[in-house]
């Protein structure tokens, strides 16, 4: 997620009004563009071999993302 990442997600958090199913709150994770870019970097500048997992830290509610970008 990110100002400059246009996906189907982020084209769907920045929806005025976000659909979802009545009583379906998934969890769900998601990563901002610098932290992606952030561990690309670190992998490319210390020739890290191997694949990775990058993920946030923890997850949210659909909700509480819903409401925490200003969508209803």
Excluded: C, W
Aim: aromatic residues 6%.
């Amino acid at each position: 997620m990110g100002p400059n990442v246009r996906n189907a997600p982020s084209r769907y958090f920045r929806l005025r009004v976000i659909p979802t199913m009545m009583g379906f709150d998934p969890m769900v994770q998601l990563i901002h563009e610098d932290d992606v870019l952030a561990a690309l970097f670190h992998a490319v500048a210390n020739d890290v071999p191997g694949v990775f997992n990058v993920a946030a830290e923890d997850v949210l509610p659909l909700n509480r993302i819903r409401g925490l970008a200003g969508s209803k």
